[in-house]
Each structure stands twice: as structure tokens, then as C-alpha cells.
């Protein structure tokens, strides 16, 4: 039997409820559940009111449902303390740590090899009738996405079981439980098996069919060797100065009107820039979005944030990748596909920051916002060097965001070396 479950919320930090510690191993004490509680409540009710009444048959009912509730209790608690010692010889590791979300990832479970198979067969758990042994993992990321695989250890096909990946993140799990519980669903006792602290699941964004579309003018001072032209007839439009243009092409008379150095859009431009630093801004404004659409906004940021660096890649250039509360990652595309596995939702007063870097042109995805809270993203304007020149795109999806969007590019493109646009989301 298999049931997994992906929910996108989940208790933040990921703690269970049944902590593990040395007492949980030596106690082995069944917690009863929600139709245990209730039918221990009947099985009162019915002594009770046999008892006033002087009723036989409900003192009968009562009786038979105090048996059925002891035998669960003593058989669930006797099957805990045989596993105990057998439960920590077991292990279960995830087959591949890294794969693209809307897929299947895979654990394989084994007792070790101090236990001898049976004739025909692996090692199996010792069960008593009635009673279901069941192994549970529980993947969490720390913005509460959730991963819940349950399975029989005993019926697994080549000892590896299958469970859904559809969303990104970087799921968590220090540790998974072997479950022992009575069919009729009275008691549970959930025998904690230590894991890994680190990452043991990274589910990368998915590559979207029609990935936004972008001219990259930010720079740093490291650029490719071929020319790369920008013609024009219209000589009357201008551009942002970028590091490297001929300072006497600069339009001074413009420079003293706006405090911005520009250059005739006719000219051409510097070669493009080989270093480039792709940051994603995981903060949402909570007056804007409900939390499902924060956490929809941010995957859609990390889905076009690794398109773009997989276009620079195959463009030749070095593409480097950082989200708000993280650092800078480098390496290949599916490196950098398993680093935004990372980026997790954050409130827009949080305090996590953008990672800084001077050598790099900066292209920034960011979501609309509305309130006024300085976020990592204006402290990464205020701390970055001034003459570092920055996209930053708004990335919305709906009509309902394009207001919030044009309000954010009239407020950021303000700032020296920004610039801001807003990009449509195809649904």
C-alpha cells in the first residue's frame, strides 16, 4: 500500500508532534487517535448509563467495546516493543537527491544486512493480526510545503517505492517514523528513525513553455570579446550609460536634466557581458497576494530565472544565480536548476537580504508590491555600488496586478542605474 500526499502548507518548521528522544524509544506508549478518544467515549457512556439504568445490554456494549479497545491497545503496544531494537537497523534513502518538480521520486527501504531473508523473500517485519506496520516520511521545506509518503516496508516491488514531486522546493526531513496502529484506526505508535539534517530532496522548477523574453543591459566590468550591435534610425531615443561605452558619445545636455548618464540609442552598444548574476526575490507583499499566490508567484520567478540562465549558458556566458535570504550559486545548468530548489517564500518586512556582487551584471525578477516596508530589495539598491547598473524586472500574472506592476516600475526606475520593466505571465 502507498499514499503520499503533497500539500503546499505545512507546520513551518517542520516538527512533529511526537518528537523523538530516548524516552519515546523506551516508552513505546500507543497515542490513541480521533476513533480510539471516541469510542473510548461511548465505552463510558454506555457503563454509565448501564449502570443508572441497570440496562444489561449496555453494560454488554460497553464491555465489548472496553475488549476491543485493549486488545488494540496491548497488541499495538506489544508489536512496538518487538520492532524497537529491529527498527534501528533499518534505513531509507531517496534515490536521487535533485530531480525537476512535476515528477516521481523514488525511496528505497531496507532492514540491513543483520537480518537473514526468508526462503523466497527479504526480511519482513513481524506482525500480529489487526495490526498494520506502515513506514511514514515527511519532507518538509522551510516555507511549509509538505511531502507526506506512507508505505508497506513488506510490499515494496525490488524494496524501492514511488511517491509524487509537484512542487518545488527544498525538502527537509531529519526524521521518518516506523508507524505500527490497529486496523480499526483506536491507537498509533510511531517509532522515530533518525535522517539526514540536510537537504534530502531537491525538486527544481520546472523550464515554462513560454519563457519571458529579455534584453540584458546591466553590467559589470567582465564582457565577451565578439561586437554586438544595437542599430537604429531613430537618433533621437537614449539609453542608459553602461560600463565600457566611448564616455564622448555621453549626451552632457541630458546629464543636466536628469543627474543619468545616457548615450544615443543609435550608437553601439559594448559587447555583451560575459559574467551575469540572475537574483530572485522571494519576498511577497501579503496586501497584494494571499499566501497561495505568493508561493504560485515565486515558483513562476525561479521557473523563468533558470530559462534565462539556461538562453545565457547557451550564449556562452557565465551565469551565477542568488534568491533573497541565500547566497550566489555557479556551476552548470543542472546545478543551477538544483539551486533554485532553495528559494523560499518570505514576508516583504522580513529580514533576509539579497546577496551582493560587483563583477556581475544583475538582472533582479521581483514581484509587484504595494506597501511601503523597505524590503531586501531596496536594501540591495542601497548597498550595491552606485555606478553598477541593475534590471529589475516585475514579473505578474492577470490584469488585476498590471496597476501594481506600473507603480513599481515609476518607483524604482527612479533610482541611479535601475532599469525597471514589468513582464505579463502568460497563464
Known amino acids: 500500500m502507498h499514499e503520499s500526499t503533497v500539500s503546499p502548507r505545512a507546520d513551518p518548521l517542520g516538527h512533529r508532534k511526537d518528537a523523538p528522544g530516548k524516552a519515546s524509544l523506551a516508552l513505546m506508549i500507543p497515542a490513541p487517535r480521533t ?149 480499526p484506526g483506536f491507537f498509533f505508535r510511531a517509532i522515530p528513525l533518525p535522517q539526514d539534517t540536510g537537504p534530502r530532496l531537491l525538486v527544481s522548477p520546472r523550464i515554462p513553455e513560454t519563457p519571458i523574453s529579455l534584453h540584458i543591459r546591466s553590467g559589470g566590468t ?56 540572475i537574483l530572485v ?13 505568493v508561493f504560485q508567484g515565486v515558483d513562476r520567478l525561479c521557473e523563468n530565472a533558470l530559462a534565462l540562465a539556461i538562453r545565457g549558458i547557451d550564449r556562452g556566458m557565465e551565469v551565477a544565480v542568488g534568491y533573497t535570504g541565500g547566497e550566489i550559486y555557479r556551476g552548470t545548468q543542472g546545478e543551477l536548476a538544483l539551486a533554485l530548489a532553495y528559494p523560499t517564500v518570505a514576508p516583504l518586512s522580513g529580514p533576509e537580504d539579497l546577496p551582493v556582487s ?32 541593475v534590471d529589475l524586472v516585475f514579473l505578474y500574472e492577470g490584469p488585476a496586478y498590471d496597476e501594481a506592476a506600473a507603480a513599481c516600475v515609476r518607483l524604482y526606475g527612479q533610482k541611479k542605474g535601475v532599469h525597471a520593466r514589468r513582464v505579463p505571465l502568460n497563464p
Open 35 to 183: 476513533m480510539g478518544i471516541f469510542t473510548l467515549l461511548i465505552t463510558v457512556l454506555a457503563f454509565a448509563a448501564g449502570s443508572i439504568r441497570n440496562e444489561l445490554v449496555l453494560l454488554l456494549v460497553g464491555t465489548v467495546f472496553l475488549l476491543v479497545l485493549s486488545g488494540c491497545f496491548f497488541a499495538v503496544w506489544v508489536l512496538s516493543f518487538c520492532l524497537r531494537t529491529k527498527v534501528r537497523m533499518a534505513s531509507a534513502r531517496i534515490l536521487s537527491k535533485g530531480i525537476p518538480c512535476e515528477t516521481e521520486g523514488a525511496v528505497t527501504f531496507s532492514l540491513g544486512p543483520a537480518y537473514i531473508p526468508r526462503k523466497g523473500g527479504r526480511a519482513q517485519f513481524f506482525r500480529l493480526p489487526g495490526i498494520l506496520v506502515r513506514y511514514e516520511m515527511r519532507l518538509v521545506t522551510k516555507d511549509g510545503r509538505e511531502i507526506r509518503h506512507i508505505f508497506d516496508p513488506d510490499a515494496l516491488e525490488e524494496g524501492v517505492s514511488p511517491f509524487p514531486a509537484t512542487l518545488r522546493g527544498a525538502y527537509y526531513g531529519p526524521y521518518d517514523a516506523l508507524v505500527v496502529a490497529d486496523i
Open 222 to 277: 567582465l564582457r565577451r570579446r565578439e561586437p554586438h550591435f544595437l542599430r537604429t534610425d531613430n537618433f533621437i531615443d537614449h539609453r542608459p550609460y553602461i560600463p565600457g561605452d566611448d564616455p564622448r558619445r555621453l549626451n552632457w545636455k541630458l546629464y543636466g536634466h536628469a543627474g543619468d548618464l545616457f548615450v544615443r540609442e543609435g550608437e553601439p552598444e559594448p559587447p555583451p557581458h560575459s559574467h551575469l548574476l
Open 281 to 293: 526575490d522571494t519576498q511577497g507583499d501579503e496586501a497584494l497576494y494571499i499566501p497561495s499566490m
Open 358 to 389: 560587483e563583477d556581475q551584471g544583475i538582472l533582479i525578477l521581483a514581484l509587484p508590491r504595494l506597501s511601503g516596508i523597505e524590503s531586501a530589495l531596496d536594501r540591495f539598491l542601497k548597498q550595491r555600488n552606485p555606478y553598477q547598473a
